[in-house]
């Protein structure tokens, strides 16, 4: 595995890879990886020939200082998984790297941005997709992976390489659950036992909801309603919706393929999860 730190690098790496013959996929990631980062990199192996992931806490989409300072650094650990799951190339850009003093450019995209997360985490949207421009633009990977529990965040950026015209393929990849459904995350390790076991309810919540959908029971406010009784008292709820999943507008009745959106904190820590309506 070949670990690189600059834009020059990666890009050169990219070119030699692509001129080969060989397809290159894209994992980007901040780091802290776990068994669901693991998986984004087996189903990049699936698709492509040559798998790049990208370890980079990106300041720009933290809204919250606080966060941005307590968000898990794990470097010695990420490079043992990456190197571990066969990643051809591990890409550690700097934070001066990534963002010279220079540095005056974002990228927007409106409408999909505006609720949600966008309304809870002002700013939040922008420095993502700035942040993952850069990567595509610098990697040009035939395809990328971005796993499902951040399921905007898909949605924003399937919105961004298509306006843009970026010629990748967008993959998303199911949420890796623990045994008792709760939805992997780095951010798992900052709750103290009490407020994991309470976490749980989340995806209670979620899978209740579904259960209730395949049984005939599509009014989204009774749907919404089964999710939110099942944490009150355990979460302090930011939202839960009911949405298209490609419009991410609210939906009066549920069908197939639309999403539940379910966004918390406990304890401070806050948590994102949701369900795709299936049979």
């Known amino acids: 595995m070949r670990i690189v730190e600059t834009a ?11 001129q080969g013959g060989l397809k290159v996929a894209l994992v980007p990631t901040m780091g802290a990886l776990h068994e669901g980062h693991r998986s984004l990199i087996h189903l990049a192996q699936q698709h492509a020939d040559f798998v790049i992931v990208s370890i980079f806490v990106n300041r720009l989409q933290f809204n919250n200082e606080e966060d941005f300072k307590t968000y898990p650094v794990t470097f010695e650990a990420d490079i043992d998984i990456c190197r571990s799951s066969g990643v ?59 796993g499902q529990k951040d399921f905007q965040q898909f949605a924003v950026l399937r919105k961004l390489v298509k306006d843009l015209d970026i010629p990748v393929d967008m993959v998303m990849a199911p949420t890796v659950r623990e045994e008792d459904g709760l939805a992997l995350s780095s951010r798992n390790v900052r709750l103290s036992e009490e407020s994991r076991q309470r976490a749980v309810s989340i995806s209670q919540g979620l899978f209740h909801s579904l ?10 406010q009774e749907l919404i309603e089964a999710a939110r009784q099942t944490c009150i008292g355990k979460i302090e709820i930011d939202y839960i919706a009911i949405v298209d999943a490609q419009t991410l507008e609210n939906v009066t009745e549920a069908h197939f393929g639309d999403v539940l959106l379910f ?15 299936c049979a």
């Open 8 to 18: 020059r690098e990666l890009s050169d790496l990219s070119h030699v890879v692509k």
């Open 211 to 220: 259960s209730l959908f395949q049984s005939g029971i599509h009014d989204t």
């Open 88 to 146: 051809g190339a591990l890409y550690m850009p700097s934070s001066r790297t990534m963002y010279p003093e220079s540095f005056s450019t974002s990228v927007e995209v409106s409408g999909l941005t505006a609720r949600f997360e966008g309304a809870s985490r002002p700013g939040h949207f922008s420095g993502v997709t700035t942040v993952v421009t850069k990567l595509l633009v610098t990697a040009t990977p035939d395809i990328a992976i971005f």
């Open 263 to 277: 966004a918390g904190t406990i304890d401070g820590i806050r948590l994102i999860d949701n369900i795709i309506f």
